[in-house]
Structures are given as structure tokens and as C-alpha cells.
């Protein structure tokens, strides 16, 4: 008995001692020393500038690229679009083909052109709509308007230098129908101008304005009434072939001749007014058009 309460004495305070053991806080660690700071790292050399060989300076862009289609050049301090055209295209008169490629008529010194050198566009549509060309006609000119037909010569001109302020150029009939049969791409500014019968004062009022703007018109001359007292004569008509530019002519005949049942004929006719024989003889020229 005595061994029993021995034995019971001895574990309880064995588990005395447990308890008081797990109830005790954890030891504190060891506090340890700060290392000590490592180096500074060095600071990154900054790269050394790019130097040339004394005297020396990069090599300058080419002025001109060129492939099969287009130039591409750098406008410098007065260039202009006709001297372009005139440098790279071999006429001014195709100044309007670097305008319209472009969307401008004036460049600033190093701007960038871009010159084709064919055309690009001969049906003229575009995704925004198609070309259309207008066709101006004009009947009589005189000093004071009278009616419809008869157009005040100050009115004309300030029609055509207005036409000109605006960057309009004018096309022949020729031109027109070869622009309809997707043959040749026009300006998109052009407009065509007519003159009907043949009046005196074509010569008088309009020949003068055009050939100082430089602008071609046709004529549709009605041979019946050629060399009237209102009417241009065959030798002023010729004159007028002579003094024009070469590709500013057209000349269109009118005749109305019952015997042989052909009606009101008009026939484009280029430089016919160069031809010596020009006159009466011309109505038999009308008539082989006619008959085509």
C-alpha cells in the first residue's frame, strides 16, 4: 500500500513538471551584430560621344531617289512645280501631274516631292467620286454685254484670269475624247472652252486674253458665214493657226449642205487652217468625215 501511494506521488509530480514546461515562454534568440556595409558600387562610365576624324562630316542624302514609277527629290529654296516638271518630266507643261500628285502647287525648302512620271489615274474616279470637265461656251464678245449671247469683254477676262488664279488648265477636244476613252489622264482642274460661228471679235476681245494666259480654245466655225462682214475671214483664220501654240489649235468646221442630204456637220479638224487650200474645198474634207 505504502508502494502504491509512493508510486502515485511520483507521477503526479512528474506531470507537474510537463505542464510547467510547456507553459514557459520559448527562449529569445541571440541578438547578433549588424554585418558591416559592403562596398559602394561604382558609378557607370557615361558613353563616350561619337567623334569623326578631324575634318571629316557624315555623308549627305542623296538628293534625288529615283525608281521605274516616281523621283522623289527635296524641294529647295525657289523650286517651283513647272521647274520640277521641266528638270525631271521634260516639259513645265506637266507641272499639274506633280500638283495633283501631291495636293499642293507650292513646296517649302526641304519638303519632300514625290514626281510620277506617268500617269496614274487616266479614268479619273477616285473612292471620293469621278472627274468631270466642264466645257464653257462662249458665242460673241463685245465691249458691253447684249442678251444672252453677247458677253461683255471685261466680263471674259476677268473669267479667264480668274480661271487662272484658281489653277484651272484648258484641255482640247481631243484631249477630252481621249481622256473619255481612258487614254489620257487629264488635270484635275480643267475645264474646255468653245467659241461658236467664228466671230470677228474672237480675234478682237478673246485671242488676246488666251494667248497671254496661255490658254487653248476651240472654234466652231460655220463656213457659210466665214468672211461676212462680222465674220473672221479664211486669211485671219489662217493667221490665227500661225500665231497660236502648236498644241493650242482646234478648229471646227459647220456647213449645212441640203444637196447632199447631210445635215449640220462638226468635224474636230488639228491645224487645218495650215493647209493653203483651206476655203470652200474644206466642205468636201466634212463630208469624208461624214461619211467614216
Excluded at 557624315?58 to 523621283?71: A, K
Excluded at 516638271?85 to 501631291?102: C, P, Q, R, S, V
Excluded at 500665231?243 to 479638224?269: C, H, M, N, W
Aim: proline share 9%.
Amino acid at each position: 500500500m505504502q508502494r502504491f501511494f509512493v508510486a502515485r506521488v511520483f507521477a503526479l509530480g512528474c506531470l507537474l513538471i510537463l505542464q510547467g514546461a510547456c507553459a514557459a515562454p520559448p527562449p529569445r534568440p541571440e541578438a547578433t551584430a549588424p554585418a558591416p556595409p559592403g562596398p559602394t558600387p561604382a558609378a557607370r562610365p557615361a558613353p563616350a560621344a561619337t567623334t569623326h576624324p578631324e575634318g571629316s562630316k557624315p555623308g549627305p542624302l542623296p538628293e534625288v531617289f529615283e525608281s521605274e514609277d516616281f523621283v522623289v527629290t527635296f524641294a529647295k529654296t525657289g523650286d517651283t512645280t513647272e521647274g520640277l516638271a521641266a528638270k525631271f518630266l521634260g516639259g513645265a507643261t506637266k507641272a499639274w501631274m506633280i500638283e495633283d500628285y501631291n495636293g499642293t502647287a507650292t513646296f517649302s525648302p526641304g519638303q519632300e516631292v514625290i514626281i510620277p512620271k506617268r500617269p496614274w489615274n487616266p479614268s479619273g474616279v477616285e473612292a471620293t467620286g469621278y472627274q468631270l470637265v466642264p466645257i464653257l461656251v462662249y458665242h460673241n464678245i463685245a465691249p458691253q454685254a447684249r442678251g444672252r449671247l453677247v458677253l461683255g469683254a471685261k466680263a471674259f477676262e476677268d473669267q479667264m484670269r480668274y480661271l487662272k488664279a484658281e489653277g484651272y488648265r484648258v484641255a482640247s477636244l481631243k484631249e477630252f475624247l481621249e481622256f473619255n476613252a481612258l487614254k489620257r489622264q487629264l488635270p484635275r482642274k480643267t475645264v474646255i472652252l468653245t467659241f461658236d460661228d467664228g466671230w470677228k471679235s474672237f480675234r478682237e476681245y478673246a485671242y488676246p486674253v488666251l494667248k497671254e494666259l496661255g490658254f487653248n480654245a476651240t472654234l466652231f466655225i460655220y463656213t457659210d458665214f466665214v468672211g461676212t462682214r462680222s465674220a473672221l475671214s479664211w486669211d485671219e483664220l489662217r493667221q490665227l493657226a500661225r500665231e497660236a501654240p502648236s498644241y493650242a489649235k482646234e478648229i471646227v468646221g459647220q456647213r449645212y449642205d441640203a444637196g447632199d442630204k447631210l445635215g449640220f456637220l462638226q468635224a474636230t479638224v488639228e491645224f487645218a487652217l495650215k493647209s493653203p487650200t483651206l476655203g470652200r474645198p474644206f466642205s468636201a474634207y466634212l463630208k469624208q468625215v461624214a461619211r467614216r
